[in-house]
């Protein structure tokens, strides 16, 4: 559980501290994550599968030649909300394909979002160790309205 809590964790920081550079068309080498921007044909090959009206298909590059092969997750205009996690091979004409972009990590994104966290856990820790300290409030002398006299009483005869 903890580790699939780090691995979702760690997607969604590098997911959010990328961005897509413009590559040239079959120069992207296999295992790349890239974003294929589709021309009419393509754009209508993809929505016999899909459904839906879309010109570009975002996955790792298997194979590129006369035909190109990326392994996504396409989503059909009628599936659930489980079907993102479905992959798929989406074979597409080299012809067929207008612009290529690559997933390239961005330093400045990344950095500014580590310090964010980073600030924001440090003040989480700090909040935390002052309220199980008691916080710095904690009163020396008793209440005004304690009772005087002691809690137990000895008779001495």
Partial sequence: MVRASLLMAFVI???GCARWIPARVGEVPAGTDVRLRLSEEGAAQLRELTGARQSEVSGQLLRWGSEVMVSTALRTAG??????????RFV???????????????????GLFVGGVAVVAGSAIVWVVSQLAGGGTAATNPPPSAPSEPFVRIRIP
């Fill in 13 to 15: 920081l590098v997911s």
């Fill in 79 to 88: 599936a659930g909300a489980n079907s993102s996690n479905l992959r798929q």
């Fill in 92 to 110: 597409v004409d080299e012809e067929d394909i207008v612009g290529v972009d690559i997933r390239e990590l961005d330093r400045t994104r990344t």
